[in-house]
């Protein structure tokens, strides 16, 4: 996850006494705007990571303008910050009936949409380079060290 080669170390570098996140939803799939095709499992995913830094989270709304998808993301981003992100998904009633759709009836979250090769080739380079620019003229510029092996930490460098 990019998230993890570029977030997580500044956060772990800086170690700021105060997380804020500007959690805007329209890169969510169904999003007329950015059409983007992230599922809200990656907010669930994103928080859970910002969490385990154990610091005050000022999380604001922003973006999303595929309403019912924004309203069940925000409300999982929600649950995720309170602890409540068990198997046991009390919000199943959220969606199809609810929200008088017949796109999603299956709760908070969203379903899982499988990322064929073309598109993951489609953004794959893209994503290196922004990855890499960030490396080459923020972390050296901090005096960051990217790893050149996820996984791999050695001192002085954050992955």
């Known amino acids: 996850m990019a998230f993890d080669s570029v977030a997580v170390p500044l956060v772990e570098f800086f170690r700021p006494e105060v997380i804020v996140l500007e959690l805007g939803l329209d890169a969510l799939a169904g999003d007329p705007l950015t059409h983007l095709r992230l599922t809200n499992n990656v907010v669930v995913e994103v928080l859970e990571r910002l969490l385990r830094f154990n610091r005050p989270m000022l999380v604001a709304g922003g973006g999303g ?11 999982l981003a929600w649950r995720t910050c309170c602890g409540e992100n068990d198997e046991c998904d009390f919000g199943m009633g959220m969606g199809g009936v609810m929200l008088a759709s017949t796109e999603w009836a299956g709760g908070l979250r969203d379903r899982t949409l499988a990322v064929t090769l073309e598109q993951r080739r489609a953004v794959e380079s893209e994503l290196q380079a922004t990855i890499e620019t960030i490396n080459r003229q923020i972390f050296r510029l901090h005096g960051i060290h990217a790893c050149p092996d996820p996984g791999v930490t050695t001192p002085g460098q954050f992955c």
């Open 65 to 75: 303008y595929h309403v019912e998808n924004t309203v069940r993301g925000w409300a």
